[in-house]
């Protein structure tokens, strides 16, 4: 008996592991970073902070003793956040920085000059996607409030300035990369979830008139009544965001409390809270500018840090460049002397030579580098960089 051809199973798509992804940028209040970091990052990666960042506090008089204080301005040691899609899988690292809100002496603006310098443009080429984690502002049951616009009321102008002065930062990011939209941007309002139309009693309201216009037959949907623009609201924050000409911001309600509840959609059929924050930032290509090596990116995260410290007043030069290319190196080495196993005789032999050639060009590759560091030990060290930098880069087309 014959037996009946079954069909080959189809190949599943290969998922593509993104293994040098662009960074995660957290921005969040001074004032408000340690209610709102360690709940957020907790929920999102899954690792608490255990250790949280301190750091020294400057004391009120040279008598008075330092002090150290928690704060997360350039903590960059979390857990990464570890995304798997069908298509990817990538472990995407985490940068969190405070911003000042409306000080005196300081404010969003000074974070906004500071990140949009020629020092920081290694910074932004870092950065996949923005996260800004603000406090919700609440509804005031004051009623001598009702006659100003809630807009210019202090607390919510503030963060209204801070996300124009976060939204700057982003737009040039998106320019610097050729579109509009390149990188996400999520703005979290955190607090108690509200109805669209503000308080239970408005959206009551509001549904008893929508229901009473569909028997009318007069037409009129939820949009036409305002229900989405309801002061504080989401609807209300994405419209404050398009009249500040701010694009590709998603606003999100996340409860902290809610955190491994029961998974909820709004009435267009998406996530809510943190599965729906998730789901923004898994949509996104973390995939660093074409895979391609640049100079200019090599110490990438000790440029990062002595950026968000205010340390700029020295480099270090490339020696840890040199070593980790040489590291590179050696594992290719390793993995093209493993390669090669299961092929059949035929093709050993030209795979053989081949192999044997590949291995000898990365030895006098990784002489050169020890050359690098020898020739450039003594040098000054500006002059040290640029001799650094363009051995690398020579080495690098040579591969």
């Known amino acids: 008996m014959t037996t009946p051809l079954t069909s080959a199973p189809a190949d599943k798509p290969k998922v593509k592991i993104?293994?040098?992804p662009r960074r995660l940028l957290i921005l969040t209040p001074t004032t408000q970073s340690l209610t709102t970091i360690p709940p957020l990052l907790h929920s999102l990666t899954g690792v608490p902070i255990t250790n949280p960042p301190q750091q020294e506090k400057e004391p009120e008089s040279k008598e008075a003793p330092t002090t150290q204080t928690t704060s997360f301005a350039g903590y960059t040691t979390h857990s990464p956040l570890r995304l798997s899609t069908k298509y990817y899988t990538a472990e995407v690292p985490l940068?969190?920085?405070?911003?000042?809100?409306?000080?005196?002496t300081e404010s969003s603006t000074q974070w906004r000059t500071e990140f949009l310098s020629g020092e920081a443009e290694i910074v932004r080429e870092a950065v996949g996607a923005l996260v800004v984690c603000v406090h919700a502002p609440e509804l005031s049951s004051n009623p001598t409030d009702r006659d100003t616009d809630i807009a210019d009321r202090e607390d919510v102008r503030a963060v209204r300035e801070l996300m124009r002065d976060v939204g700057a930062v982003k737009s040039v990011i998106d320019e610097e990369r050729g579109g509009m939209g390149d990188v996400p941007g999520v703005l979290v309002l955190v607090g108690g979830k509200k109805s669209a139309s503000g308080t239970a009693k408005a959206a009551?309201?509001?549904?008893?008139?929508?229901?009473?216009?569909?028997?009318?037959g007069l037409g009129v949907g939820d949009?036409?009544?305002?229900?989405?623009?309801a002061p504080?609201?989401?609807g209300w924050w994405e419209d404050q965001m398009f009249d500040m000409g701010l694009f590709g911001w998603e606003v999100i309600e996340w409860d902290p409390a809610e955190q491994g509840g029961e998974v909820t959609r709004n009435k267009f059929g998406e996530y809510e809270g943190m599965p729906r924050i998730k789901?923004?930032?898994?949509?996104?290509?973390?995939?660093?500018?074409?895979?391609s090596f640049d100079v200019d990116e090599l110490d990438m995260d000790d440029d990062f840090d002595e950026f968000m410290s205010g340390d700029k007043s020295h480099s270090r030069g490339f020696g840890d460049e040199v070593n980790e290319l040489e590291r590179e190196m050696f594992g290719l080495r390793m993995a093209i002397e493993r390669g090669g196993d299961g092929h059949d005789d035929s093709e050993g032999e030209n795979e053989g030579e081949e192999e044997e050639d590949q291995?000898?060009?990365i030895e006098a590759l990784m002489l050169r580098m020890q050359s690098i560091r020898d020739?450039?030990?003594d040098m000054p060290e500006a002059q040290r960089k640029r001799f650094a930098a363009k051995a690398v880069q020579d080495i690098m087309r040579d591969l």
């Open 223 to 229: 949009d036409e009544l305002g229900e989405d623009a």
């Open 95 to 104: 940068w969190v920085d405070e911003i000042p809100l409306l000080e005196k």
């Open 204 to 216: 009551a309201t509001a549904t008893a008139t929508a229901m009473a216009e569909d028997e009318l």
């Open 359 to 361: 291995v000898e060009s």
């Open 18 to 20: 993104i293994t040098n």
């Open 279 to 291: 789901e923004v930032l898994e949509t996104h290509d973390w995939t660093a500018s074409g895979d």
């Open 232 to 234: 504080l609201s989401v």
């Open 375 to 377: 020739m450039s030990a």
